[in-house]
């Protein structure tokens, strides 16, 4: 089987949900009818990665700016109990393709905030979410920590797919979760630009034997609305110059790292290499060492299955 797949190392509209999700909705369009079957977006693309900011928070102290700043998120952030999720399904089925979309969450019976990645398929709408179990350094002042539920994988037509968002990736223990459920295209939004996340992303395609799609933005800081330019007034004008990437079940660079520019990185998976690359090396399999390592994380979820696939 040949899949297309297309990272999307793009912007959003920053802290304005409407004008995020019109422009998510051009991009899925655009890019579905040029034969991709499966697209992702960055981590937090709706509202927007909140970089440079600190809320007005430190140890001992909050500010009513912080706090301010912090409803504006919230009020911009995607609620999945709404007409948010109703678009997305719709986009999702009008285009005929898989989306995955790092969102910033809230819920409605809660006052927290979630780094979040939908999965979306064209046929079942919202298959679930993967919730970051761990946010990163200060991420931890807007962003509260998931639990096992979290760790999801599906099953679909087009492919087995997981992942995790960001630094979660550096969690050995939170990847063999993905590696148990038998993950074949492993996701990873992230909102790290640095050279060595290509290592990275080329670790977890050579560990788990899968494609790893590791998608970012592209950001500067003329991007950002005039209100908010105060937080970023020593960064470089390059906030973010992306680095997505597609990796082989080898190790191997499939497509980018894409830098310094806006794009949709594509690339057409040979879903065959899979199944080759666990001839000398299998994770789950006849390289490990369950005598020696048992490995068991209570509650998490059965590999979720798309409704045509279940009979």
């Known amino acids: 089987m040949k899949l297309k797949v297309g990272l999307v190392q793009d912007s959003p509209v920053f802290f304005d949900k409407e004008k995020t999700i019109k422009k998510l909705e051009a991009l899925t369009v655009k890019y579905a009818n040029e034969g991709c079957e499966l697209l992702v977006f960055p981590e937090s693309f709706i509202p927007g990665y909140p970089r ?64 979040s990645m939908l999965y979306l398929s064209p046929t079942d709408g919202l298959l679930g979410v993967h919730r970051k179990i761990k946010p990163t350094g200060t991420e931890r002042v807007v962003w509260a920590e998931a639990g096992v539920e979290s760790l999801v994988t599906f099953k679909t037509k087009i492919a087995r797919l997981g992942g995790l968002i960001c630094w979660e990736n550096y969690m050995p223990l939170a990847r063999m979760a993905m590696y148990q459920k038998g993950v074949q295209i492993y996701v990873a939004p992230t909102a790290d630009s640095r050279p060595e996340w290509a290592a990275t992303m080329r670790h977890i395609a050579l560990e788990g034997r899968c494609f790893v799609l590791g998608c970012n933005q592209f950001y500067t800081k003329s991007m950002y609305p005039e209100k908010y330019q105060q937080f970023v007034t020593d960064a470089s004008e390059e906030l973010c110059p992306g680095g997505s990437i597609i990796v082989s079940p080898l190790g191997k660079i499939v497509a980018g790292p894409l830098i310094g520019e806006a794009g949709v990185l594509t690339a057409t998976l040979d879903m ?24 068991e994380i209570p509650g998490q979820p059965e590999i979720l299955i798309e409704k045509d696939l279940q009979e």
């Open 272 to 295: 065959e290499k899979i199944a080759q690359g666990k001839f000398d090396f299998d994770v789950n399999g006849h390289y490990s060492r369950n005598d020696l390592f048992p490995f």
């Open 52 to 115: 440079g900011f600190d809320f007005g928070a430190k140890i001992g102290d909050r500010t009513q700016e912080g706090r301010a700043l912090y409803a504006d998120y919230y009020e911009n952030s995607i609620c999945l109990l709404g007409n948010d999720l109703k678009r997305l399904e719709k986009l999702a089925k009008s285009s005929g393709v898989y989306l995955v979309i790092g969102v910033t969450e809230k819920q409605e019976n809660n006052g927290s905030l979630y780094c």
